[in-house]
């Protein structure tokens, strides 16, 4: 029977991890700035990196097949920097491995790992290290080494990683491939010295450490300098022990010289603290996040151990966020490059408002601080206002993939959707005037020209929701939504600081822009999918929004496109397709009982024509042209109820000229753009008839009717 999970304590032997990398990120330690991941100290083929700062990236060129305006053309991703924290072993000359190390992290301490070792001339030792990376002290990690001999022996110290030689200056740094290069390395008895450089970026790091040495009575302890490093041998008697604490300062930046000296100063006052002062400040830190957060599950000790660990790793990733943003898998490992998605501002930030508000405000204001980037980014898509990445590290946009990347244009919303709800819950006025306005005010500018105002209301077309799978659509529920409590947030904020508003430029007129564009704003809703009951807002549908819950045991259609007018015509068709007069097949009900069933053509049992699905091209996407597919037929797009072909998108040559509505430059036909309810287009033109009905169509974004 396996043992029972202490709730505060996460062993590495209880983890069914299959790969040691797996075990090195579930045992990171992290505060939001450094990073070190659960490996041994000592290298190995399979050891993987291990330490990440959050300042320290390269770029990398995106490749595309085909190239388009505005596709971003850098990627940032994290590169792992020097273990300057690492301390590697021998025992009588031969390796001491990590293989079967005892490996728990404290939830409330540090991470602790136990080694047994047998020389090959049969002594045994005992190897105990304990690691913390400060939650206070943002530049420091600290490592202390018990060695205990049960029998006679000679251990050796070796400082991880060597220099080229003990005092090297670096040419790698002219590599042209990214990358990062050591440009400076010095080891000495009791410390070491790394300057390293990305190539392409120029973000630079500088790392200090130092080595405090104590031993037992009875064991001799000498530096010794190498080829490489200096290196440490101790001969412990029988019961004699050894400790070594290994104290590791980095600085990220882009001038070498001060980052050296940020690098010299945390080392020195961490140095004067000392491993206890060090260990008192960690404990107090996460006995205030427990006090605050501690969620307790009585009778599952296995769900208590895990609800824990989840705080604590959301802790880990964010309590030292300034400067940067919090990461998508913190600074666990190089998933997702180290980026930074807006999941930080929806899922991260709620639970930091309460537990760490500081470190909430840390990583609000490193959006402030990417606004400028944010702005260009707009106006190089011809939109006023901000639009922040999918994506970043920097703040500039880093997704190659267009349709889930930049046409994400919720992020924005997020972002201001973050900065209100930080207010909310802390009230720092502050804040607010300094950051809030400023993020509700560019976002909201971003919603006025994204969007368009029509006869049935206020539309976002060509966006992409969460569902990522499911890009660019028209009217996103989760969008829109978004959209509507910003521009609203943002009327409000310039209402209540009118100081700031007036330093932005908001204007009374724009202020009710941005309310009208709010309250006009479309939901899709599709009564389809409603229960009998269901109306926009009642238990039938999802809370807080007009969509429908899914109905117990069957799945949500999987059409390629969501509008409020698509769905409101599926829902209201007539008996034939008004524009055209294609008659819709109906059913054959009885005349009575008793009697022969008779066609006759009863309005109730009008089935109406479905609308067809329509899918996206990639080679065409950004023209707004589209394969349009029928639910029923196998490889056309002809109506299965009305046996016609419905073709379902704009046929003017303007319209798939250049591009999407909101691309700059864009002509589109100005008139009916592909909402004819025929489904068979319209002819293009400033005044275009519709080639179903052969009927004017008397306005932008109109349907034909017959009856007119």
């Not at 919090?326 to 930030?349: N, P, Q």
């Not at 976002?443 to 006869?455: E, I, K, Y």
Request: with cysteine; aromatic share 6%.
């Amino acid at each position: 029977m396996p043992d029972r999970p202490d709730p505060w304590r996460v062993r590495a032997a209880q983890l069914d991890l299959d790969h040691p990398g797996a075990a090195a990120s579930v045992l990171t330690l992290a505060n939001g700035a450094l990073g070190v991941r659960g490996v041994p100290d000592s290298p190995a083929p399979d050891r993987g990196p291990g330490t990440l700062l959050a300042g320290v990236w390269e770029e990398f060129d995106h490749t595309y097949a085909e190239r388009a305006y505005g596709y971003p053309l850098v990627d940032e991703r994290l590169v792992p920097v020097v273990d300057a924290w690492a301390l590697g072993w021998a025992a009588d000359g031969a390796p001491v491995a990590d293989t079967g190390a005892t490996r728990v992290l404290d939830l409330r301490r540090l991470l602790e790992r136990e080694i047994e070792v047998r020389t090959p001339g049969g002594a045994r030792l005992t190897l105990t290290a304990t690691r913390l990376v400060s939650l206070v002290r943002r530049e420091v990690v600290a490592t202390r080494w018990h060695v205990r001999a049960h029998d006679a022996a000679r251990v050796t110290a070796l400082p991880v990683p060597g220099c080229g030689h003990a005092d090297a200056t670096g040419a790698d740094d002219l590599d042209p491939e990214p990358g990062l290069g050591t440009t400076h390395c010095r080891h000495e008895p009791g410390g070491s010295v790394v300057h390293q450089r990305a190539h392409r970026s120029g973000r630079a790091l500088a790392a200090r450490t130092g080595h405090a040495v104590r031993a037992g009575d009875g064991t001799r302890v000498a530096w010794h300098p190498g080829p490489h490093a200096a290196t440490l041998d101790a001969d412990l008697p029988a019961g004699g022990w050894l400790e070594v604490e290994v104290l590791a300062a980095y600085a990220a930046g882009t001038d070498a010289d001060a980052l050296d000296g940020r690098a010299g100063r945390a080392l020195a006052e961490a140095r004067a603290a000392g491993w206890d002062r060090l260990l008192r400040e960690q404990e107090a830190a996460l006995d205030a996040v427990w006090e605050r957060g501690d969620v307790r599950v009585e009778g599952d000790d296995v769900l208590q151990q895990a609800v824990r660990y989840a705080l604590f790793q959301v802790v880990q990733a964010s309590a030292r966020v300034e400067g940067s943003g919090v990461r998508a898998k913190g600074l666990a490992g190089t998933g997702y490059h180290g980026h930074t998605f807006w999941d930080s501002e929806c899922f991260v930030l709620p639970v930091l408002d309460h537990v760490l508000p500081e470190a909430a405000q840390a990583h609000l204001r490193w959006r402030h601080g990417t606004l400028a980037l944010a702005r260009e980014r707009a106006a190089e898509l011809g939109l006023p206002g901000a639009a922040f990445p999918w994506r970043t590290i920097s703040g500039r946009e880093c997704s190659g993939y267009w349709p889930a990347g930049t046409a994400a244009f919720h992020v924005g919303a997020d972002v201001a959707f973050a900065a209100a709800r930080h207010v909310a819950t802390t009230g720092d006025e502050d804040f607010a005037r300094e950051v809030g306005v400023d993020l509700l005010v560019a976002t909201a500018r971003l919603w006025a020209g994204r969007g368009h105002h029509a006869a049935d209301g206020f539309h976002l077309d060509g966006v992409t929701g969460p569902d990522e799978y499911t890009a660019v659509v028209d009217d996103n529920a989760y969008t829109n939504l978004m959209a509507r409590r910003n521009l609203r947030g943002a009327a409000d904020a310039a209402e209540r600081f009118p100081a700031e508003a007036g330093r932005l430029g908001v204007t009374a007129d724009e202020r009710a822009a941005w309310r009208r564009a709010a309250d006009r704003m479309v939901v899709p809703y599709s009564p389809t999918w409603a229960s009998p009951s269901s109306t926009p807002g009642s238990p039938g549908t999802r809370p807080g929004t007009s969509a429908p819950r899914r109905p117990p045991g069957t799945r949500w259609p999987t059409t390629r496109r969501s509008s409020s007018s698509t769905a409101a015509r599926s829902s209201s068709r007539p008996t034939s397709c008004s524009p055209c007069t294609w008659r819709a097949r109906r059913s054959t009900p009885s005349r009575s009982a008793g009697t022969s069933p008779t066609t006759s053509r009863s309005p109730s049992a009008t089935r109406p024509c479905p609308p067809p699905r329509r899918r996206w091209s990639p080679r065409r996407w950004g023209t707004r042209t589209w394969r349009t597919r029928t639910p029923g037929s196998a490889r056309s797009s002809t109506c299965r109820t009305c046996a016609r072909r419905p073709r379902g998108a704009c046929t003017s040559p303007r319209s798939r000229a250049r591009g999407p509505r909101w691309w700059p430059g864009w002509a589109g036909c100005g008139t009916t753009t592909a909402r004819c309810t025929s489904r068979r287009g319209c002819r293009g033109g400033s005044r275009a008839s519709c080639s179903g009905c052969s009927r004017a169509a008397p306005g932008p974004r109109s349907t034909c009717d017959p009856a007119r």
